[in-house]
């Protein structure tokens, strides 16, 4: 869904955030109704999309919330690096 948020920075029509998203028509079109009904997507001249004040503060919480969890990822393959070379010394 961050996609789609991504591509009605601007706007854009279906089509260009169909392309944008990598999403088949159907799924765009369920995953744009229910982004319309949270109020995170809006539709203007009848046929573009565009980012709503909400949909930004969701947009860059969820930028930030992902860049927290890749950095919670990276700490935790680097414990388990160090729990694997502590493990080998009891071995040697």
Do not use: P
Request: glycine content about 8%; proline content about 0%; aromatic content about 8%.
């Amino acid at each position: 869904m961050a996609d789609i948020l991504r591509a009605a920075e601007k706007r854009h029509s279906k089509t260009s955030i169909m392309f944008q998203s990598r999403l088949n028509h159907g799924v765009l079109s369920r995953y744009l109704d229910e982004l319309m009904g949270a109020g995170l997507l809006m539709v203007v001249d009848s046929s573009s999309y565009f980012l709503t004040q909400k949909g930004r503060r969701f947009l860059d919480g969820f930028v930030g919330y992902s860049e927290r969890c890749r950095q919670l990822e990276e700490g935790l393959r680097h414990v388990s690096s160090e729990k694997a070379v502590l493990e080998s010394m009891l071995s040697d």
